[in-house]
């Protein structure tokens, strides 16, 4: 439509130029049928895209039947997604082919729940409920980002839509216990170890997991070969030199870490390895830390984020701003709960004033937090 235009346009300035027709000659004060013509077939042309626009914004916006509602809360700087069975969530777990309906409000500001693998992306406003559906055809892990700025911790504000079989699905959003993943284990597979080792009695690539620790095995030395305990430093060698000591029966196919995985993950990989690779069930306090987002701004391994991390947070040696002036105070019992329930009272040095009171959370349940803070 625009080409046709701008070259009738251009034609006509040529054509019907003054100095080829300085005066006019046609007689001719109206053409009825040219009217028509000109006013019918664009209104045809232009309803026409509008009908095929609206049919496609009709099908974003119509949920099906059959579709999961899962309620998204999203606050500065995190998500919670809770189900029809009570569960609650960071993660946002979906069976996989069944159309699942997000219903999405703010606690504060503006956010915005954008997943490009599914191309939807809608605000999340306060005191307002919006939604957004999708069907995750195949399982795997999606991100989730806030696409409206938000703050601080904005960019952060991040997780995955999990989508799993149907049957891993009913028994996850059924389990009214939560499992706390091992950092670790969280580390083994973004390294990639899984494709390669398992936990079970299953042979892969590389030998099983399973009650590696202690474990005595066969490996090929400088073509020798010998029987060692798999301890700590023999699991430290296997992961930076995998080809010194081969074991037994496996091809030397593993990749060399040596330079490529920091001291303190491999301290976690470690402690997930030597610990028989057990999950924990979650303590209260960590799922109300969960419930209130305080993970987006608060670490618990020791590493810096918006917030200090509460790893050893229980009676450390703490420098906060107080009444226009910096002090250093003991981070008791009593000063964690006046954190929480006044959290812009006493700023700690060095970090921005942006946590919000927790208004929503029982005196038993500050109670709860604070005594798993004294845990970590």
């Keep these: 439509m625009l080409l046709g235009i701008a070259a009738t346009m251009v034609y006509f300035v040529i054509r019907y130029n003054r100095k080829r027709c300085p005066e006019p000659t046609s007689q001719k004060d109206d053409n009825l049928w040219l009217e028509l013509t000109w006013t019918i077939i664009p209104t045809i042309i232009v309803m026409a895209m509008f009908w095929f626009g609206w049919e496609g914004y009709l099908s974003l916006r119509r949920v099906p039947d059959n579709a999961m509602e899962v309620n998204c809360s999203a606050r500065m700087w995190s998500w919670l997604f809770t189900y029809e069975s009570g569960k609650t969530s960071d993660k946002l777990y979906v069976p996989v082919g069944r159309p699942v309906k997000v219903i999405l409000t703010a606690k504060d500001v503006v956010h915005s729940f954008y997943v490009p693998a599914f191309r939807i992306k809608r605000d999340c406003v306060p005191g307002m409920e919006t939604y957004a559906w999708f069907v995750a055809e195949e399982a795997g892990s999606y991100n989730i980002f806030c696409a409206e700025y938000c703050g601080v911790g904005h960019a952060a504000m991040i997780t995955t839509v999990e989508a799993v079989p149907k049957e891993e699905f009913d028994v996850w959003v059924q389990h009214n216990t939560e499992v706390l993943v091992h950092p670790g284990k969280i580390l083994f597979e973004k390294y990639l170890c899984t494709g390669c080792h398992v936990f079970d009695d299953q042979k892969r690539i590389g030998p099983s997991m399973k009650d590696i620790k202690d474990r005595q095995v066969v490996v090929v030395t400088d073509g020798q070969e010998r029987t060692i305990s798999s301890d700590r430093d023999y699991i430290i060698r296997s992961i930076l030199n995998p ?76 420098t906060v701003k107080k009444d226009g002036r910096e002090v250093t105070i003991t981070s008791d019992h009593a000063y964690l709960e006046r954190a929480i329930r006044k959290p812009k009272a006493e700023i700690v ?22 005594e798993y803070l004294q845990t970590l």
Excluded: W
Excluded at 262 to 278: A, H, R, S, T, W
Excluded at 296 to 304: E, F, K, P, Q, V
């Design 243 to 318: 080809n010194a000591d081969i074991v037994k029966g496996f091809p030397p196919a593993m990749p060399a870490y040596e330079g490529g995985i920091p001291e303190e993950e491999m301290e976690q990989i470690l402690d997930f390895l030597m610990n028989g690779n057990k999950e924990q069930p979650v303590l209260p306090g960590a799922q109300l830390l969960e419930k209130g987002g305080c993970s987006a701004c608060h670490s618990t391994d020791g590493s810096r984020q918006i917030g200090p991390s509460l790893k050893g947070v229980f009676n450390r040696q703490v």
């Design 349 to 370: 040095a060095g970090f921005p004033p942006v946590m919000q009171i927790m208004g929503e959370l029982s005196d038993a349940e500050i109670e709860t937090i604070v």
